[in-house]
Each structure stands twice: as C-alpha cells, then as structure tokens.
Nanobody, 125 residues
Framework: VQLQASGGGLVQPGGSLTLSCKVSGFTSGHYTILWVRQAPGKEREGLACAGQGVTYYAESVKGRFSISRDYAHNTVNLQINSLKPEDTAVYYC?????????????????????RGQGTQVTVSS
C-alpha cells in the first residue's frame, strides 16, 4: 500500500489549498483515510477522516476543512479554506482497512497502518 500526499505550498493567510492523497495497493475500496498534521515541536493532530459514506472533522478545523473521496481515482482530497499561520505543518494522509472513521476526538492516539510521506503547508504573509 502506498499513499502519496501532494498539494502543499506557501500560502498567505486567508488563502485556500487542496491537498490530495493518492492511494494505491488496496484490493478494495473498503479503507478509511485520515488526514493528520504535525507542526515542529507539537503532537500529531488528527484533522478529518473519510470512511464508507462517513466523514468526521476535528472541532478545531470544522467549517474550514472539507474531506472528499474520489473513488474513481483512488484519491482523497482535503480542502482547506481561510488558512491561518497556525495551520503551518506537515500534512500526512494515513489509511487503514480495520479502523472505521469515527469522531476525531474519540480516536486518542490511534495510528493507522499506512502513512504517506507528507506535504508541507506554510501559511505566511
């Protein structure tokens, strides 16, 4: 299984980005995708997950982040609007065939089996 995250970059505050996670290697579409981020010196933070017709968002990003699955292209996108400097981090997509998409706050330290290489998002003027 391979996950390839892309779409990061340098954006001004208030701007938008769409991150993409290209997934390959699963034999079926029955897996859950989780987007997380990690800023220097900070804990890994769960942002949004997409399962079988289910999505959940962390309270801290609800309303600004939107996750969507493109089953035809095995891609999961994360649209980020109204970017803030505190959104600066490396963003990763993770995947798992066992864990369901559940409310982010209930996930605790759950780590999915597979993770891509990450894409850097920097929000600065």
């Amino acid at each position: 299984v391979q996950l390839q995250a892309s779409g990061g970059g340098l954006v001004q505050p208030g701007g938008s980005l769409t991150l993409s996670c290209k997934v390959s290697g699963f034999t079926s579409g029955h897996y859950t995708i989780l987007w997380v981020r990690q800023a220097p010196g900070k804990e890994r933070e769960g942002l949004a997950c997409a399962g079988q017709g289910v999505t959940y968002y962390a309270e801290s990003v609800k309303g600004r982040f939107s996750i969507s699955r493109d089953y035809a292209h095995n891609t999961v996108n994360l649209q980020i609007n109204s970017l803030k400097p505190e959104d600066t981090a490396v963003y990763y997509c993770e995947a798992d065939e066992v864990y369901a998409c559940v409310p982010i706050a209930s996930m605790g330290g759950t780590r999915y089996d597979y993770r891509g290489q990450g894409t850097q998002v920097t929000v600065s003027s």
